[in-house]
């Protein structure tokens, strides 16, 4: 029985991600989230002694949990500081070539959203964060602070799909003329001004949602690191991306529809000219999506979506 959590971190859709990606217990696999490193034993748990997993993750604090937890395994494990936006560098550095299977476990993990002084959740009033790696300069307090009124208007509407965007912006763009806003209660009262009907979820968890995004740069990281792992895959290789809100989701939906797509001839065009060869398969047509038991024993997994994308032809 392969081990599905610990202190650090619960991980979601854990028996549905391994039995689609780990389907030779020989191959060479990539975590490119290793986070508390549940997803990473699990794998680790699955692969014989010849198989080979390397995992990767910007979070130091991260790295030395795991690798305290994960100690037993180090003869077919391999660990490496990085954002996986280069997933191509790391695998050379780790001396492969091709990989039989990468999982991406997009977001916060849970020991980041429980660590106040990460400034992730808008449950602790400190000072303002979000940062995924804590040795980068760009911070959720330079992105209040500093960004423009209508930048952050923009950023809050489309990362954020928060309504209130324009209202939000403003009154934080008026509030920082008196002084900066350097913590997370500060910034949630400004939040809760813009909203003038009585909210279901907390007033401030998309705008957070959105600062946090822009902070790390989520899904640019998630666009480029997808066209490198498509490269790294083997034949019959997959690819499996865990996502936690429509954005992310949307990205890699559209991004396996292009990629499982043989023809790239412009849709006007009524016959392929292009003669385009099909080289991946969607094998989940519809995202597979955490059951009843796991949402109730963990409330984050409420929206994960997992899609895997299988390697056919070079």
């Known amino acids: 029985m392969e081990n599905i959590g610990n202190e650090y971190h619960i991980p979601v859709l854990f028996y549905e991600t391994l039995d689609n990606l780990v ?3 020989d191959g060479i696999y990539i975590d490119c989230t290793l986070g508390g490193g549940s997803h990473s034993e699990g794998i680790l748990q699955r692969l014989s002694d010849k198989g080979l997993l390397i995992s990767i993750d910007q979070d130091i604090n991260a ?6 937890r994960l100690e037993k395994y180090s003869s077919k494990w391999k660990v490496f500081k990085g954002n996986f936006e280069t997933i191509d560098t790391i ?4 001396g492969v070539d091709k990989v039989d299977g990468i999982l991406m476990d997009i977001g916060v993990s849970s020991n980041q959203l429980d660590e106040p002084e990460r400034g992730f959740s808008y449950r602790y009033d400190v000072k303002l964060d979000m940062r995924m790696n804590p040795e980068q300069e760009l911070s959720a307090y330079d992105v209040v602070n500093n960004y423009s009124e ?3 208007s923009k950023i809050i509407f489309e990362y954020g799909e928060e309504r209130h965007a324009k209202k939000i912006a403003k009154l934080i763009s008026e509030e920082r003329k008196k002084a900066p806003i350097t913590t997370t209660f500060e910034l949630i009262s400004l939040i809760k001004r813009a909203y003038p009907e009585r909210a279901n979820k907390h007033p401030a968890k998309k705008t957070f949602q959105a600062i946090r995004i822009e902070v790390n740069k989520e899904l640019e990281v998630l666009e480029k690191a997808m066209d490198k792992a ?3 895959l083997k034949l019959n290789g997959r690819l499996a991306i865990i996502t936690f809100h429509s954005l992310e989701d949307r990205i890699v939906k559209n991004k396996f529809k292009e990629l499982s797509t043989a023809c790239k001839c412009p849709k006007d065009i009524p016959i392929c000219m292009c003669g385009g060869i099909k080289r991946f398969e969607i094998l989940t047509r519809k995202p597979i999506i955490p059951n009843d038991e796991e949402i109730k024993n963990n409330n984050r997994a409420h929206s994960s979506k997992l899609r895997v994308l299988e390697r056919i032809d070079f």
């Not at 695998?91 to 780790?94: E, G, H, I």
């Open 23 to 25: 389907i030779n217990p």
């Open 63 to 68: 790295i030395e949990y795991s690798k305290k």
């Open 91 to 94: 695998a050379y550095m780790a």
């Open 150 to 152: 209508e930048d952050l």
């Open 230 to 232: 498509i490269n790294l």
